[in-house]
Nanobody, 120 residues
Framework: QVHLIDSGGGWVQAGGSLRLSCAAS??????YGWFRQAPGKEREFVSA????????YYADAVKGRFTISRDNAKNTMYLQANSLKPEDTAVYYC???????????????WGQGTKVTVSS
């Protein structure tokens, strides 16, 4: 089993930035990433990173604004979210799994979620 602890959410004005963190322990996976879910909407893919080689993946909605990274020594993943928009408002969830993490939510392990609120 893997234990994921995500943090770093908060309130920010449009155009501002937040840095989300995800600390992992226990069983390791090949891919880690972030999903988000706004009220009344489905949970959607945001970004992912391959742990062995650091390859990154981004949803079109955040490409160019968000950056995912890893610190292997600390077993921690980060999501630097810049130029935030009101549409980015959601609960953000850290996740672990295989390559299919880019395609959907099936079979993934999850953190507890951290809320991001962006005001216009």
């Amino acid at each position: 089993q893997v234990h994921l602890i995500d943090s770093g959410g908060g309130w920010v004005q449009a155009g501002g930035s937040l840095r989300l963190s995800c600390a992992a322990s226990g069983r390791t996976f090949s891919f880690y990433g972030w999903f988000r879910q706004a009220p009344g909407k489905e949970r959607e893919f945001v970004s992912a990173i391959s742990w062995p080689d650091g390859n990154t993946y981004y949803a079109d909605a955040v490409k160019g604004r968000f950056t995912i990274s890893r610190d292997n020594a600390k077993n921690t993943m980060y999501l630097q979210a810049n130029s935030l928009k009101p549409e980015d408002t959601a609960v953000y969830y850290c996740a672990a799994g295989g390559l299919s993490i880019v395609s959907g939510t099936s079979g993934l392990f999850w953190g507890q979620g951290t809320k991001v609120t962006v005001s216009s």
